[in-house]
């Protein structure tokens, strides 16, 4: 059971460039999330996702796009990197159940932009 | 008023000390609560769930005034290894509510 896992764990990026992210999880869960952390910020809310298919903007969607074709996998794009998307990246997923609400983080995307 | 709302400390405290945190929320519809732990450079963990009655997980004590609106964590005879951010998290009452973390409460054991 590898849990929640994101690639790449580390990644530079020039101004204007795109990349996405993966997050994976084998839990079976419904309910994921993308979330950014900035010193002093604490963990803000990209976008997330209530099923396969869906998707819903957060705190902080501006800049990043999301699919989620897979209910394993949930996907984060920047499509022009700007140095204000330096951030550490973390991917969660829940059940999102009375009793069975745990939220589970993978081990996060440090993504630099120059 | 923020929706989360935590003392970011930093709480510098010698081992073997009582150190507790206090968590503000402003959504009185919140159905569950739970504090993370995030070691420098990791992702967060859950410490434990928070419910009505007050739960205890060895050292630890959690507690929830649904009237005053806040959440508590008491840790008792603190260990080095409890050096950490400590996360206040609130769910909404609907499955698909988002769920609210707090900015976290620097903790720092001091030996």
């Known amino acids: 059971n590898a849990g929640v896992t994101q690639t790449p764990k580390f990644r530079v990026l020039k101004t204007g460039q795109s990349m996405t992210l993966l997050c994976a999880q084998d839990?079976?869960?419904?309910?994921m999330y993308w979330y950014r952390q900035d010193p002093g910020m604490g963990l803000r809310l990209i976008h997330y996702?209530?099923?396969?298919?869906?998707?819903a903007k957060g705190e902080v969607p501006d800049g990043y796009n999301v699919s989620r074709l897979k209910k394993q996998n949930f996907l984060l794009g920047l499509e022009s990197a700007a140095p204000s998307q330096t951030s550490v990246y973390f991917c969660?997923?829940?059940?999102?159940?009375?009793?069975?609400?745990?939220?589970?983080f993978g081990p996060g995307t440090r993504l630099l932009v120059l | 008023r923020k929706e989360v709302e935590q003392d970011p400390g930093p709480f510098n405290v010698p081992e073997g000390a009582t150190v507790a945190f206090n968590c503000t929320y402003s959504?009185?519809?919140?159905?569950?609560f739970f504090w993370y732990r995030q070691d420098c450079r990791k992702e967060p963990k859950l410490l434990m769930s928070?419910?009505?009655s007050g739960n205890e997980d060895g050292r630890f004590t959690a507690q929830l005034n649904r009237a005053s609106q806040y959440i508590s964590l008491l840790i008792r005879d603190s260990k080095l290894s409890d050096s950490a951010t400590y996360l206040c998290?609130?769910?909404?009452?609907?499955?698909?509510?988002?769920?609210?973390f707090g900015k976290g409460t620097r903790l720092h054991i001091l030996p």
């Open positions: 969660a997923s829940t059940k999102r159940l009375a009793g069975d609400e745990t939220q589970y």
């Open positions: 839990m079976n869960h419904e309910y």
């Open positions: 996702s209530v099923g396969e298919g869906t998707t």
């Open positions: 959504n009185s519809a919140s159905q569950s």
């Open positions: 928070v419910y009505s």
């Open positions: 998290v609130v769910n909404g009452m609907n499955r698909d509510d988002k769920i609210i």
